[in-house]
Nanobody, 125 residues
């Protein structure tokens, strides 16, 4: 089955940058939606950014202009470049993939993804 492994989390100061990666091992569906979610203690998991295999992208309003999502289909890898990080960005970040034709705007408000990673922690102080 598909396995998602995130990496790149860490601790940064306010205004700093981080780059997250997520490798989707054994992903055979060429048409899919990939997304980043985050969850901090006591809060619900929220969609941050999503990208479809056709290249369409959507972002949560709170991260527009600061986070950039991208994907390398040949490597089955999802990326999230984060800049100007703020304390409210601190959370566990999860990648998710779904092959059922979800659009990117649907993805941000949708937790019913087929596969999830284990998460990578981002701390901002």
């Amino acid at each position: 089955h598909v396995q998602l492994v995130e990496s790149g989390g860490g601790s940064v100061q306010t205004g700093g940058s981080l780059a997250l990666s997520c490798v989707a091992a054994k992903l055979t569906y060429s048409s899919n939606c990939m997304a980043w979610f985050r969850q901090s203690p006591g809060k619900e998991r929220e969609g941050v950014a999503a990208i479809a295999s056709d290249g369409s992208i959507d972002y949560a309003d709170s991260v527009k202009g600061r986070l950039t999502i991208s994907r390398d289909n040949a490597k089955n890898t999802l990326y999230l470049q984060m800049s100007n990080l703020q304390p409210e960005d601190a959370a566990m970040y999860y990648c998710a993939v779904d092959p059922r034709g979800m659009t990117t705007d649907q993805a941000l408000g949708h937790l019913d993804f087929a596969w999830w990673g284990q998460g990578t922690q981002v701390t901002v102080s």
